[in-house]
């Protein structure tokens, strides 16, 4: 019963009868309901109005669409060589819920370039060489140590004019980037430099590999026995060998590479380092400290 022996449903009438009075226009009621659709329910504010609840509903789909569109255009425009994939991130990172489907649908819409990179596949190993064969020591070893295990890969990234190749190490337990190069083309100085560079602040138990001629050239495996450090190879066509460095690598690709369109070498360079720098590593620091699980290989 309602103040006064009245029922609930006599006094929601009289609510109707009193608004019919101020005679709403139906915009009008639309931004009523949006007024006090935080206080009280959408079902009772919608019979208060005499308007359907998907009145509220729909007008709210169309005001979520509109500020998307705006915040894809304003993203577009202090980034105009952003391709859909990289300001889908870009809108995520600031707290949109969306997905790519839906930036490249508006982004077309609005005509702006959200293109597809045409694929074509290189290949970085090279397994057909003269170099000794090293055992896999790795197939059932726990992980339970910073520099227990590194592991590394190739990939190659595509620019305007040319390709280039990417080297990376990486320590399993932490997941942190050891050393990384850059190069513009396949030779041994590609994985040599990543890997001094690796070694001028950490040293890893055992290094790990897949059967890349870059990996089992001498002067490659002649620094890593300098450095005390067991060599492990996985066996040829076995990728799976080598799994924590093909995920870094995919990761790499996902989150970077196939975001970006790079001018050229330096721009790559300044971007990709920036990348696993500071994005990549940022991301591994803030996961350590609820490490407390070990890994297998």
């Not at 009868?17 to 009523?32: D, P």
């Not at 969306?98 to 597809?116: P, T, W, Y």
């Not at 990996?215 to 495996?221: F, G, K, Q, W």
Request: overall charge positive; charged content about 25%; aromatic content about 8%.
């Amino acid at each position: 019963m309602a103040a006064g022996g009245g029922s609930a449903h006599h006094a929601t009438g009289d609510r109707k009868k009193s608004l019919s009075y101020l005679g709403l226009a139906a915009e009008q009621k639309r931004v009523v309901m949006q007024m006090l659709a935080q206080e009280y329910p959408i079902t009772q504010i919608g019979e208060v109005l005499e308007v359907a609840r998907s009145t509220y509903y729909h007008r709210r789909a169309q005001l979520d669409e509109q500020e998307v569109r705006q915040a894809i255009a304003a993203v577009a425009g202090e980034w105009p060589r952003y391709g859909y994939r990289r300001i889908t991130k870009q809108l995520q990172r600031q707290g949109w819920s969306v997905n790519h489907k839906r930036v490249e649908r508006i982004m077309r819409e609005l005509g702006f370039q959200a293109h597809r990179k045409p694929k074509r596949r290189i290949t970085t190993t090279d397994s057909s060489h003269p170099f000794p064969r090293y055992p896999n020591l790795v197939e059932h070893l726990e992980i339970v140590r910073p520099e227990q295990l590194w592991v590394c890969d190739i990939t190659y990234i595509r620019l305007l004019e040319e390709f280039v190749y990417l080297a990376v190490l990486m320590d399993v337990f932490t997941r942190c980037i050891r050393g990384w190069h850059l190069g513009r083309g396949l030779d041994q100085s590609l994985t040599l430099r990543a890997l001094e560079q690796a070694l001028a602040h950490h040293t890893p138990e055992i290094h790990h590999s897949d059967q890349g001629v870059q990996y089992a050239a001498t002067a490659y495996t002649a620094r890593l026995q300098a450095a005390r450090v067991q060599i492990s190879i996985a066996e040829v066509g076995a990728a799976w060998q080598n799994g924590y460095a093909e995920r870094l690598m995919r990761t790499i690709k996902e989150e970077e590479v196939d975001l970006s369109d790079y001018q050229n070498y330096a721009d790559a360079v300044r971007h990709i380092g920036r990348f696993l720098d500071e994005v990549y590593m940022r991301q591994q620091h803030s996961f350590l400290p609820g490490l407390s699980h070990s890994s297998r290989v």
